[in-house]
């Protein structure tokens, strides 16, 4: 069971695709009450739901989270009295800009096995261009020696990209580039908010892909997301019981990207989950996108079950973005052909 902390809206960065400055609901940094109450909530709705053999995970987001380490430290140590108190399993996760991490958070991170994100896009133009500090210098130098650091401690660091029209072209020289550093785990993902994504974009994505793979089939070590979709059906998404993002104010959302969005705004850390509002999600989940029926990657799509995102990107929950139905049929498209090759040299 997760439950993620907005821990603060506020960044140091200035990035182009920022998500953040696109909230309706903004609260700047959670108190130090605040997150008592959100703690208090978590281990109730934990003990509510939880299967036999349920762990908890924490994590940290914003904005960006290391700008309230202070609390971020706070709340780690009320979880491990709770833990030793309760007997729960207790992990925790951070996803950050990585341009905050000096060696005391390295330290903490380590020794409570924190599991760290860091957003880097790949070479100093790419980042650069895309991921500035707010005074407009550029971050890149100091990220990439942070990740090259956090290497040393944990080989698998999770890496997120962010891919623009702008940089769609550099995809493949951007993820040489972190592979070549020592990155063995790169999470790209798309800006669906940008509405200049082209078909032409598209089959230069699917290209730099397949020059990826070109280069990197023998690496066994290896995990780049949109190369290894597994394509299996997927659950049903539960809204706001096995997931729940807190944000900096106590509200309640079923999901990151929905933070901030009053329209999913599912309770709060003090009268708890709004079943009305709940239901209402609910509700549309179990609909069906007649506009993708028929479709071969239909039960496993998340198009299909994130009717979120839908209407995030469309404003339609049964109407999935089509820059994103375009990447699940070119993630396909690759897999089969991985499958093909693997035949082939067998």
């Keep these: 069971m997760n439950f993620t902390f907005w821990v603060t809206d506020n960044c140091n960065l ?69 833990a030793q108190a309760k007997g729960f399993h207790i992990t925790y996760t951070l996803t950050t800009n990585g341009t905050l991490i000096d060696p005391d958070v390295t330290t903490f991170l380590n020794q409570h096995k924190v ?88 089959n230069v994505m699917e290209g730099q892909l397949k020059k990826v793979i070109q280069q990197t089939r023998d690496r066994e070590d290896l995990l780049i997301a949109m190369l290894n979709e597994d394509f299996r059906p997927k659950d049903k998404c539960t809204v706001g019981i096995n997931t729940l993002h807190i944000s900096p104010a106590g509200d309640l959302y079923p999901c990151v990207l929905a933070v901030g969005d009053r329209s999913f705004l599912i309770g709060d850390i003090y009268q708890g989950i709004d079943q009305a509002n709940r239901d209402l999600i609910i509700n549309m989940s179990d ?46 498209a690759i897999k089969k052909s991985a499958l093909a090759a693997s035949v082939l040299h067998t």
Aim: with cysteine; proline share 4%; hydrophobic share 35%.
């Design 14 to 82: 200035s990035c182009r695709y920022c998500y953040v400055d696109r909230l309706s609901d903004r609260s700047d940094s959670m108190t130090v009450e605040t997150a008592e109450a959100a703690i208090k909530y978590t281990v109730s709705h934990f003990e509510k739901y939880k299967n036999a053999n349920d762990s908890l995970m924490i994590g940290f987001h914003g904005g960006e989270p290391l700008l309230r380490f202070d609390l971020i430290r706070y709340i780690v140590a009320q979880y491990e009295k709770i």
């Design 115 to 202: 599991a760290v994100t860091i957003s880097i896009d790949g070479t100093p133009e790419t980042h650069d261009l895309q991921r500035p500090f707010k005074n407009g210098k550029n971050s890149h130098e100091l990220v990439i020696k942070n990740v090259i650091a956090m290497l040393d401690h944990d080989p698998y660091l999770r890496i997120r990209m962010t891919l623009t029209p702008d940089t769609i072209d550099k995809l493949h020289e951007d993820i040489m580039y972190l592979l070549d550093r020592g990155c063995k785990v790169i999470v790209p993902a798309l800006d669906y908010y940008d509405p200049d994504w082209t078909e032409n974009n598209m």
């Design 287 to 332: 609909k069906e996108n007649d506009i993708c029926l028929g479709c071969r990657l239909y039960g496993s799509c998340e198009g299909v079950r994130c009717k979120i995102v839908n209407k995030i990107y469309t404003g339609d929950y049964c109407k999935p973005c089509g820059t994103q139905c375009a990447v699940e049929n070119i993630k396909w």
